[in-house]
């Protein structure tokens, strides 16, 4: 499995057309998921430190 980042244009067409068939994770920080996130996303908290 391929696992890249994308670009807002990128994302709308796989979430229009893919919907159904993939899974985006949104691992940013939680003021940027909170300032604007997709509708009924749900933000993955990951501990910085180990990375």
């Known amino acids: 499995m ?3 980042s994308v670009d807002c ?3 709308r067409k796989i979430i229009r057309k893919e919907s159904g068939s993939c899974l985006i994770v949104d691992c940013r920080p939680y003021l940027s998921f ?3 996130s997709i509708t009924g996303s749900a933000n993955v908290n990951l501990n910085t430190s180990s990375i």
């Open 34 to 36: 909170a300032n604007s």
């Open 2 to 4: 391929k696992v890249s």
């Open 9 to 11: 244009r990128r994302l």
